[in-house]
């Protein structure tokens, strides 16, 4: 049996925030695509990551106004079965494909500050254009299965329903959402840490330029942490308690007891679209060339844009290493 629960809280917290997010998703990816494609050249490898990062947030800008019409209309989808699993394979591509791309991202900054010299650094544009290539048949291979799920009840437009029987709440679709979650975080923590005990052990923390470096992967753990740590906690205590409450209380009592952290998840789940908002911040720290051409548009005062960060890292880490 599954669980449909009252929609009345999620109908008046989500539109606003789903519409929100929308404005300043477009706004901010679309400066963010204006610059990637007519004002940074030449690209680098980071640039091509960058670039696929923004592309993966505008197709969940496709799909947010749908789904705030979805819960103006009182949890009621009126745009037919086959535009609902588009919209639903929307958001888990932007959230897969976002956690990918960040977790390469990071990885990227490692190995320009703990390794400068690796060969992966001078990687060319069209090698990096194929590992983009790759990461997205990765994240359309781990999101299709969307298209075949099953929607009991054809006015309800959901992915993440909760089930009494508990060998279907235990389906790809929520095993992915969990799995893109946790194994891209662990690399990015790991990558942030290492950097900052690298930039530590060889006195650099302060230099300006890796200060820079350090900020960068600060952000990005920072933003993984904020919009995708609270509704993967929420979905695990779902199915943990969903596993106790099943032994212990009839079925027509389970979805009753279930409901306030249902809804809860359903919240946090709107924070993971936050990062197509945030993911402008990446852009910024990321890239000088970025950087000053958002201060022109606002009219700010330029910043140094001579050498990017990268380039920098590199060759004050090989001073360094040199000294040693």
């Not at 009126?78 to 535009?83: E, L, T």
């Not at 494909?97 to 400068?116: C, E, K, N, Q």
């Not at 609270?230 to 596993?243: F, R």
Request: contains cysteine.
């Amino acid at each position: 049996m599954r669980c449909y629960f009252n929609g009345t809280l999620l109908s008046t917290v989500l539109p606003p925030v789903l519409g929100t997010e929308f404005v300043f998703g477009v706004l901010g990816n679309g400066l963010a695509l204006w610059v990637f494609c007519f004002h940074m050249r030449p690209w680098k490898s980071s640039t091509v990551l960058l670039f696929n990062l923004a592309m993966a947030d505008f197709f969940l800008n496709m799909a947010l106004p749908f789904r705030a019409m979805y819960y103006i209309s009182n949890i009621e989808w009126k745009f037919g079965h086959a535009m609902c699993n588009i919209c639903l394979f929307m958001l888990a591509l932007n959230r897969s494909g976002s956690t990918l791309f960040l977790m390469a991202i990071a990885v990227d900054r490692y190995m320009r500050v703990v390794h400068p010299h690796h060969p992966i650094n001078s990687l060319s544009i069209t090698k990096a254009i194929w590992g983009a290539f790759a990461m997205w048949l990765l994240t359309i291979s781990l999101t299709v299965h969307v298209f075949h799920l099953k929607h009991v009840n054809t006015t309800r437009c959901e992915s993440f329903m909760v089930d009494t029987e508990m060998h279907h709440n235990l389906n790809w679709h929520k095993f992915e959402f969990l799995l893109v979650f946790y194994v891209p975080v662990l690399v990015v923590l790991y990558c942030t840490f290492t950097i900052i005990g690298h930039l530590r052990r060889r006195q650099l923390a302060q230099q300006a330029k890796f200060r820079k470096a350090l900020w960068f992967i600060i952000v990005v753990a920072v933003l993984f942490t904020v919009c995708y740590l609270p509704s993967n906690i929420a979905q695990l205590l779902i199915w943990i308690q969903t596993k106790q409450l099943v032994s212990k209380l009839p079925d027509s009592e389970v979805c009753s007891a279930l409901e306030d952290l249902t809804i809860v998840f359903y919240i946090t789940i709107s924070l993971t679209y936050l990062n197509s908002v945030l993911d402008p911040i990446v852009y910024y720290f990321s890239s000088p060339v970025f950087k000053n051409i958002c201060r022109k548009v606002f009219h700010l005062s330029q910043t140094d844009g001579g050498e990017s960060i990268e380039v920098k890292t590199r060759e004050k880490g090989s001073q360094s290493l040199s000294q040693l």
